[in-house]
């Protein structure tokens, strides 16, 4: 991850919201465990080859799911494969834990575009000021809250 001004096109902020390592190592060794399973019921061939195509779909799985990029740029706000131009931002608001669970939960608007991970407990609020986008906001999760909101503050000042 990276926070710096820079020309058009140029991340002023960037990170990705890769998986813990955690999960790579409790999804390997459930797998492992399932080879242990498989070894004394078939060949070890056939064992062997179902552990090799469960660890390729579990690799794939987990790579996919910890793909998402948040990217602010000089021009716009890009989550995911979702983007948004900076002159339809409003002021980002930093949340906490809490504030991200009551933002993700009791208090979420179905409208809002949503970027959560489980594994990230905090998150950025960016409101959407276009009024022709009935999105209200975007919640985005984040290792940084405060520096993507920063970067989102700095976006929108330049922008106005």
């Known amino acids: 991850m990276s926070t710096a001004a820079g020309p058009a096109g140029?991340?002023?902020?960037?990170?990705?919201?890769?998986?813990?390592?955690?999960?790579?190592?409790?999804?390997?060794?459930?797998?492992?465990?399932?080879?242990?399973?498989?070894?004394?019921?078939?060949?070890?061939?056939?064992?062997?080859?179902?552990?090799?195509a469960l660890l390729a779909a579990l690799a794939a799985a987990l790579t996919s799911y910890g793909s998402p990029r948040v990217v602010v740029t000089s021009t716009e706000l890009r989550c995911g494969r979702a983007h948004v131009a900076a002159r339809h931002l409003g002021r980002p608001e930093p949340l906490d834990a809490f504030q991200t669970r009551r933002a993700a939960g009791p208090e979420a608007d179905a409208r809002a575009f949503l970027l959560l991970r489980p594994y990230l407990r905090r998150a950025v609020r960016v409101p959407i000021t276009d009024p022709d986008d009935p999105t209200p906001y975007w919640l985005v999760s984040s290792r940084r809250p405060d520096r993507l909101a920063a970067a989102v503050a700095d976006l929108v000042a330049r922008a106005a």
């Open 10 to 52: 140029t991340p002023l902020h960037q990170e990705r919201l890769s998986v813990p390592l955690r999960w790579w190592v409790q999804g390997t060794m459930l797998v492992a465990t399932l080879w242990l399973a498989l070894v004394v019921a078939v060949p070890w061939v056939v064992a062997s080859g179902i552990t090799v």
